[in-house]
């Protein structure tokens, strides 16, 4: 369906089996979608350089109110007018994050939200896993692990010892 996404309208929606998608009429691929659970996110829709379609999450509903993804949406839209690739350089960006900064920006927002030992717990990431977090996760695979693993288990280092 299509008409211009707003507070009350999101508001209006009740979820269903399947995913609800409502097209804003004002921004063209613009669009809120409700999950089955009731979640709703923003998502601005285009086509890259190659024409190939591309979808660009905003936000959550809750997270970011429907003006706010609005607002995103007509920016994205401008840079996109413009001939970036917003999805490409989200790809691009995530592809340079190493283990330290996922633990950070990422791991450690979840954990102190879902986990009672959320300090503890990143601190025993950090502590346990220090050479490989400087390492990019595209560039860290099964082998590295094991290799660290195997090195902790030779020098008999525990869960509470620090690795140098």
Do not use: C
């Not at 995103?72 to 401008?78: D, F, G, V």
């Not at 525990?158 to 140098?164: D, E, F, M, R, T």
């Amino acid at each position: 369906m299509k008409q211009r996404i707003t507070r009350t309208r999101l508001e209006s929606l009740t979820p269903s089996d399947k995913p609800i998608e409502m097209r804003d009429d004002g921004i063209p691929g613009f669009l809120a979608r409700m999950q089955p659970t009731g979640l709703i996110t923003f998502f601005l829709e285009y086509r890259n350089a190659a024409q190939k379609k591309q979808r660009l999450k905003l936000g959550r509903y809750g997270d970011i109110t429907a003006a706010q993804a609005r607002r995103m949406a007509e920016e994205q839209r401008s840079k996109i007018t413009l001939g970036d690739d917003p999805a490409k350089q989200k790809r691009e960006n995530r592809d340079d994050l190493t283990l330290g900064d996922f633990i950070e920006q990422h791991y450690s927002p979840w954990a102190e939200d879902n986990l009672k030992s959320a300090a503890s717990t990143v601190l025993r990431l950090k502590s346990g896993f220090t050479p490989l977090l400087k390492k990019r996760l595209r560039d860290l695979d099964q082998w590295q692990y094991e290799k660290h693993r195997s090195w902790r288990l030779k020098n008999k280092l525990s869960k509470a010892h620090k690795v140098p």
